[in-house]
């Protein structure tokens, strides 16, 4: 079963980014897994203003992976 949903992809505020939002609708932690189909550099956590959060998150040849707590949002910032 899926318990992380796609909330938001969308442009960078600023720069040339793209903001992946994932929401956890559950009572426990679940760790994401983003398979990009583009070419990535760099994956940040991000605050929902989009300034650097200090959650964890990887990236591995197009494939990002990092926690999304119960009842929470994570936001990553692709480059």
Do not use: Q, Y
């Not at 940040?44 to 650097?52: G, P, Q, S």
């Amino acid at each position: 079963m899926r318990c992380v949903v796609l909330s938001a992809l969308k442009p960078a505020e600023e720069g040339d980014g793209i903001v992946v939002r994932l929401l956890n609708p559950t009572d426990r932690m679940h760790a994401a897994v983003v398979r990009v189909g583009f070419a990535v550099r760099s994956a940040h956590a991000v605050r929902l203003d989009e300034e650097a959060a200090p959650d964890t998150v990887s990236l591995d040849r197009g494939v990002v992976r990092f926690d999304v707590p119960p009842r929470a949002v994570r936001s990553v910032l692709l480059t």
